[in-house]
């Protein structure tokens, strides 16, 4: 973490988790539109994405067509061979990868495929997006792993204007 202000997160995340459910389920969805460019920005200038990687490690995006091409394309590979050398298909039918942590996670936290990574890699902890609130289950489980889900959602309960 970027700051010391996130020390313990995680505990604090998993004792709040019952008013961010209950926050997602009364929040008047345009003004929180309107504050998460502000507090996305914020968050990640407070967290080092590169010191955490959670999601990298336990967790799989989804690998929509146009990512398994473009990925695929730019790896050399014909499409069923990165399919059959990455990924699976989960309970929901999409494909994932195969293992934790991601094979395109380098030991340094960054990704081997950065440039080309599926949009689900590029768009999460959507924070910035009505995700946050149209997809509370989703928004909930990312408050545990990821601290940049656990910053905006602990400014949205504290702000004065959401209450």
Known sequence: MATGKLQGWEKTSREHKKAYQQFLKRADKNKVLRQLPALHDAAFKAVDCLTCANCCKNYSPRFKTPDIKRIARALGMKESVFIATYLKVDDEGD???QQSPCPFLNTDYTCA???MRPSDCARFPYTDEDVLIKRPALTLKNSEFCPI???VLERLI???LNK
Request: proline share 8%.
């Open 95 to 97: 494909f994932v990868v």
């Open 113 to 115: 495929i950065y440039e």
């Open 149 to 151: 889900t656990y910053y």
């Open 158 to 160: 504290a702000t004065p």
